[in-house]
């Protein structure tokens, strides 16, 4: 059986919310935020925020070789300025995932970390808590409470990534482009975006074939001739205490500091979105090598290297895409303890049997669930959090379904701040055919906080 054993260091997560610097103590206490005052009525200000996650991966996945590989997982410069109190604006910084491999002479560009903007918006408020109004790069998105997770207090080691199911495809990182409005209505939480979506090279040189969907509209029509729009929207009814809206980072786990029951509700559309063959005639006609596909010069009926939209309109058809889900989220004091869960379930619709990353999403649908029990202090030093976590998939394209299950435990030395996780992760991908093995990793992971 195959075996996979990683061990992720997070050497550091640094979340600096800012204020002025509290006078030290001898007690063990959480770091002051950084909030700088422009205005004497105190309508104007600015808070800052920094985060840099490391890791050091051992990857023992074959009995013959061994990779010890470091990896600065995410930089993040956040700014909030607000303006007064009816103008905001957002401003965070960063890069993901940059490796050995990625790296380049001068620094100045990568081969495929994620580097510089992360997201940018100004925001209005036209009726306080009722309706803001915002622009630019944005993180308020549909679909789920996981779409837009704050990675800096997740339950489990790393967020669900089926709620980043249009990941590349119409976002840059979960970031759309685009105009959002959020609010309240009572115990009503609302966000709601329209966004225009990427260009995505992701599937722009796959050959299309008539029984499967690709996402190449938007890259084989002219950009401004279709698939111009992507709405999306999330809905939660607040029971107990309402979780903040001032920015869009959903929590995790709160420890039981609050006390929420959640319910929420989602979904992301894009009209057509993925694009295929009309037919089996259209596909005897021009498929010139016998491949049963049509490349990019196959679709060139008038052979000039360019496709016109009569030529794709006379060999394409487009599918909507169209994705909803609903979830349920609680964080509870229990006793001296607490409780933390989450459940939900996705449908996905890219069109007849799309495939995406097997990590994240594909025509179908998944579940998924984790647990976490903050037990009552018993150590000298922080408290523990075990937690369990499940996921299945079950994809049009596929004979079988896939499972992920994890088990791990925090251990929070000073809250979110200080923590320290262990996780132990099986994955069995969708798959056709023979069964393929497990896939197993041990994660350590170190989060400090300043």
């Known amino acids: 059986m195959k075996k996979s054993l990683h061990l992720c260091l997070l050497l550091f997560s640094i979340n600096t919310f800012a204020q002025t610097t509290a006078p030290p103590s001898q007690e063990t206490q959480a770091p002051s935020k950084l909030i700088f005052t422009l205005s004497?009525?105190?309508?104007?200000?600015?808070?800052?925020?920094f985060r840099t996650n490391l890791w050091v991966i051992a990857d023992a996945s074959k009995d013959s070789e061994f990779s010890l590989t470091p990896e600065l997982r995410r930089l993040r410069l956040g700014t909030e300025?607000?303006?007064?109190?009816?103008?905001?604006?957002?401003?965070?910084?960063?890069?993901?995932?940059?490796?050995?491999?990625?790296?380049?002479?001068?620094?100045?560009?990568?081969?495929?970390?994620?580097?510089?903007?992360?997201?940018?918006?100004?925001?209005?408020?036209?009726?306080?808590?009722?309706?803001?109004?915002?622009?630019?790069?944005?993180?308020?998105?549909?679909?789920?409470?996981?779409?837009?997770?704050?990675t800096a207090n997740l339950l489990t080691l790393e967020s669900p990534l089926f709620g980043f199911a249009q990941g590349g495809y119409t976002n840059q990182l979960q970031r759309h482009l685009g105009v959002y409005a959020?609010?309240?209505?009572?115990?009503?939480?609302?966000?709601?975006?329209?966004?225009?979506?990427?260009?995505?090279?992701?599937?722009?040189?796959?050959?299309?074939?008539?029984?499967?969907?690709?996402?190449?509209t938007r890259a084989l029509y002219d950009i401004n001739k279709k698939a111009q729009l992507v709405t999306e929207g999330y809905f939660t009814w607040q029971f107990l205490?309402?979780?903040g809206m001032v920015l869009p980072f959903k929590t995790g786990t709160y420890l039981g500091k609050k006390k929420v029951l959640a319910l929420g509700a989602g979904f992301i559309s894009h009209p057509s979105g993925t694009i295929t063959v009309k037919n089996e005639l259209i596909l005897n006609e021009y498929d010139t090598d016998g491949s049963g596909t049509l490349s990019r010069e196959e679709l060139d009926i008038n052979m000039d290297g360019i496709l016109t939209p009569q030529e794709l309109k006379s060999t394409t058809r487009t599918y909507d895409v169209f994705h909803w889900s609903t979830d349920i989220f609680t964080d509870l004091p229990v006793g001296k303890g607490a409780i933390t869960a989450y459940a939900a379930y996705a449908n996905f619709d890219f069109g007849n049997n799309f495939i995406g990353p097997l990590s994240v999403a594909s025509t179908g649908k998944i579940f998924f669930t984790q647990f976490g029990y903050l037990i009552p202090p018993f150590l000298k030093q922080g408290k523990i959090q075990p937690y369990l976590s499940y996921e299945y998939s079950q994809y049009d394209a596929f004979e079988h379904d896939g499972e992920r299950f994890q088990i791990g435990s925090n251990w929070y030395f000073v809250g979110q701040h200080a923590k320290l996780v262990l996780e132990y992760q099986l994955t069995r991908f969708n798959y056709n055919g023979e069964r393929p093995p497990l896939e197993k990793l041990i994660r350590l992971h170190l989060q400090l906080a300043i």
Do not use: C
């Open 40 to 49: 004497e009525d105190g309508k104007s200000w600015i808070r800052m925020l």
């Open 81 to 150: 300025i607000h303006i007064t109190d009816h103008f905001l604006i957002w401003l965070n910084l960063g890069l993901n995932g940059l490796t050995p491999s990625n790296l380049t002479i001068s620094g100045l560009q990568s081969n495929t970390s994620d580097q510089l903007v992360i997201g940018m918006v100004g925001e209005s408020m036209l009726i306080k808590d009722k309706l803001y109004i915002g622009l630019g790069l944005h993180y308020w998105g549909g679909l789920s409470r996981v779409t837009s997770p704050s």
């Open 182 to 216: 959020k609010g309240e209505l009572g115990r009503l939480q609302y966000q709601v975006a329209f966004n225009g979506p990427l260009r995505s090279s992701r599937d722009e040189n796959k050959a299309l074939s008539v029984d499967q969907f690709v996402y190449a």
């Open 241 to 243: 205490e309402k979780e």
